[in-house]
C-alpha cells in the first residue's frame, strides 16, 4: 500500500475540520429553529398560536411545537428533509404569498398524527384508528384552541402581548 499523497494529506486536514464545522453549524440550526420560543417569535403568523399553545394543556414546558409538528423517528435523513421542506415552505409562504390562515400539507398532517400518537398511544390503544379520522380531526382546537375566542373576557399576559380583556 503506498503512502497518501502530500497534496491529498493538506486536503484532508483542511476539509475534515471544515467538514465539521458544517455539520455542527447544521446541528445547531436544527435544534435552534426546532424550539418553540423560535418559532412563536420569529414569525409573525405564528404569534397567535404561539400565544394560546402557552396558556393551553400542551404548554411550552411540557410539549413544544416541534413536539407535535416535526418528524419523531430513526431516520435523520427524513427529518432533516421534512424539516428543510416545511421550513423553506413557511419561509416563501410568508415572504411572496402571506397568509391569513395557515394550513397544513398532506404530509404534515401524516406527522402530526403520528406524533399524537405516539405521546397518547395509551388513550388510543382500544380505539380503531387506522382508517377513521385523523386525531386532529376532532381535536383541532388541541393545543392552539379558537384563536383570542377561547378565552374569556380575562386579559392574559404572555410574552409577546395581551390577548383578550376588554
Known amino acids: 500500500m503506498s503512502p497518501i499523497p502530500r497534496k491529498y494529506k493538506k486536503l484532508l486536514v483542511i476539509s475534515i475540520p471544515v467538514l465539521a464545522v458544517f455539520v455542527g453549524f447544521i446541528a445547531y440550526i436544527y435544534e435552534y429553529t426546532s424550539t418553540t420560543h423560535y418559532c412563536?417569535?420569529?414569525?409573525?403568523?405564528?404569534?397567535?398560536?404561539?400565544?394560546?399553545?402557552?396558556?393551553?394543556?400542551?404548554?411550552?414546558?411540557?410539549?413544544?411545537?416541534?413536539?407535535?409538528?416535526?418528524?419523531h423517528g430513526p431516520?435523520?435523513?427524513?427529518?432533516?428533509?421534512?424539516?428543510?421542506?416545511?421550513?423553506?415552505?413557511?419561509?416563501?409562504?410568508?415572504?411572496?404569498?402571506?397568509?391569513?390562515?395557515?394550513?397544513t400539507s398532506e404530509w404534515s398532517q401524516d406527522v402530526i398524527q403520528k406524533n399524537c400518537l405516539r405521546c397518547h398511544q395509551d388513550v388510543v390503544a382500544n380505539i380503531r384508528i387506522s382508517d377513521g379520522p385523523q386525531c386532529f380531526d376532532c381535536h383541532?382546537?388541541?393545543?392552539?384552541?379558537?384563536?383570542?375566542?377561547?378565552?374569556?373576557?380575562?386579559?392574559?399576559?404572555?410574552?409577546?402581548?395581551?390577548?383578550?380583556?376588554?
Do not use: W
Not at 41 to 64: D, K, P
Open 40 to 71: 412563536g417569535t420569529t414569525c409573525h403568523i405564528m404569534e397567535e398560536a404561539y400565544e394560546t399553545q402557552l396558556h393551553s394543556v400542551h404548554r411550552e414546558e411540557l410539549v413544544g411545537c416541534g413536539d407535535c409538528h416535526l418528524y
Open 140 to 166: 383541532r382546537n388541541t393545543p392552539h384552541g379558537q384563536g383570542t375566542q377561547s378565552f374569556s373576557i380575562q386579559t392574559i399576559s404572555t410574552p409577546l402581548h395581551s390577548i383578550g380583556g376588554s
Open 75 to 103: 431516520n435523520i435523513a427524513y427529518s432533516l428533509i421534512y424539516k428543510g421542506y416545511s421550513g423553506m415552505k413557511d419561509v416563501y409562504k410568508n415572504t411572496f404569498a402571506q397568509p391569513v390562515v395557515l394550513h
